[in-house]
């Protein structure tokens, strides 16, 4: 008799193995498989393109080219530089009336403003658009800050 409770407990002892070694691999089976799902979750970071206006505010060069740009071709008439009598728009101060975009500005540019004295310069400008958005360029990086 001892010889059969003996064989059993060995039978038991098997099995009680077997389910632990089940149950294991139940547990590695799950790590695995939300391991896998977290790792298919993650995404790479999404690069945000840069505005024209961005990339170039960024180029000295093309600081440097905006503002003789707009000393030559706004300051002389209509926009000064450093309006300290208040006398013309100020376009470096935070009040905008005819468009706070880039593009806004653009068009304010291209085609002007009827009724004002603003007249739309076209994109006659050596490097055509690219001079027109340098322009704009210096204008948004020497503009005060705005709350």
Known sequence: MS??????????QILKNKFQLDRLKQVFFIFF??????????????????TIV???????ESLGRGQALFLGSCAGECHKFDDLDGASDNLFDCYWYNGESDDELFNVV??????TKMVGFGTNFPEGDND???IIAFIKYRQEPCN
């Open 3 to 12: 010889y059969f409770l003996s064989n059993y407990q060995v039978d038991l």
């Open 33 to 50: 498989i939300l391991g896998a799902m977290l790792g298919c979750g993650s995404e790479e970071p999404i690069a945000i393109e840069k």
């Open 54 to 60: 961005q990339a170039f505010a960024e180029d000295p």
């Open 110 to 115: 291209t085609v002007g403003l009827p009724g």
């Open 132 to 134: 027109l958005w340098k």
